[in-house]
């Protein structure tokens, strides 16, 4: 078997795929070569098959391969059943001025060397004026995409997110649709290789604890994460220190402007993806068992609980 045409781990992100996914280096490309023989056979699936794509995948399942086959089904059965989130995401003038807004970033800098990649929330940011909350959800969509693809960071390590309710009121809640929020949390536990491990909420008036409240209603209990509501920026630093939060955080790590002028850069080198992407996808009707409809999906079993918080 020739080496797989993956980009190389740090010795730190290594270690926790050794330690914590099982990977064994000298089986990676006979692992994702036995998913792609598996993709082949599947009269229904067209997807992607180049190595670093399979990766992510085998990594996001801890190289239980029945797992990984899964999630690539869920992938590519939500983006054609869910197209309002899923498809023509060709990065246009509209998603660049979303982007700029700077409602939803990555930090160039995980949580230490071989841990979870940082994502920031500012819902304030959105402005609901002009998009909806399936442009909300379908940015947050191109994104994943984005790290699917490039950040061997989410996807060993998984990512935690900050979400900063500063100013987050009625006007903004009116927006939110529970059928999203159960499309989004479908996707996470379903068919996204990384793994949301925390949710850090700052900066969280009164108003904010109900669009809380429903979101970790929507949240099945399979998805292992906490959330966790801090007081003060100094409750935040005793989980995610200064060196990995922005400036206007009060940290070390970049400035906002300046993550996202490099987010619209790799967006933008990355559009032969989204162009090419829609090509993709499932034909229900060739597929040799049940059928998946958006009614069956929404309908997946496992009890809503109410998560851990801190």
């Excluded at 982007?99 to 819902?123: D, E, H, K, W």
């Excluded at 906490?226 to 940290?251: A, C, M, T, W």
Aim: with cysteine; glycine share 4%; charged share 30%.
């Amino acid at each position: 078997m020739s080496k797989p045409n993956i980009r190389t781990l740090c010795d730190a992100l290594k270690k926790v795929a050794k330690e914590e996914l099982n990977e064994v280096e000298d089986c990676i490309g006979d692992n994702i070569e036995a998913l792609r023989e598996w993709i082949h056979k599947q009269r229904h699936l067209k997807a992607r098959t180049d190595d670093q794509f399979l990766v992510a995948f085998l990594r996001g399942s801890k190289y239980s391969l029945e797992k990984a086959k899964s999630k690539i089904d869920y992938f590519y059965t939500l983006k054609t059943v869910m197209p309002e989130y899923c498809c023509n995401k060709v990065i246009n003038e509209k998603w660049l001025n979303i982007l700029r807004s700077g409602f939803y970033i990555r930090f160039p800098v995980p949580l230490n060397t071989g841990g979870p990649t940082i994502c920031l929330s500012r819902y304030a940011k959105f402005d609901f004026k002009q998009y909806t909350i399936t442009d909300l959800a379908k940015y947050q969509f191109i994104i994943m995409d984005w790290l699917i693809n490039n950040d061997d960071n989410v996807n060993v390590s998984g990512y935690v997110g900050i979400a900063d309710l500063s100013d987050v009121g009625l006007s903004h809640m009116a927006h939110f649709d529970l059928n999203v929020l159960k499309k989004c949390r479908m996707f996470l536990e379903k068919a996204a290789p990384g793994r949301l491990k925390d949710l850090h909420l700052i900066n969280c008036p009164k108003e904010a604890l109900t669009l809380v409240s429903l979101v970790i209603s929507c949240l099945n209990e399979k998805l292992p994460m906490r959330i966790h509501v801090h007081k003060s920026f100094e409750d935040l630093n005793k989980y995610i220190g200064k060196e990995h939060l922005p400036i206007e955080y009060g940290g070390t790590n970049s400035s906002i402007e300046e993550i996202i002028a490099q987010t619209e850069k790799d967006l933008l080198a990355f559009n032969n993806y989204f162009m090419e992407d829609d090509e993709y996808g499932v034909v229900e009707h060739l597929r040799l068992e049940k059928r998946i409809s958006t009614e069956t999906l929404l309908g997946i079993e496992g009890s809503f609980r109410k998560l851990s918080i801190d």
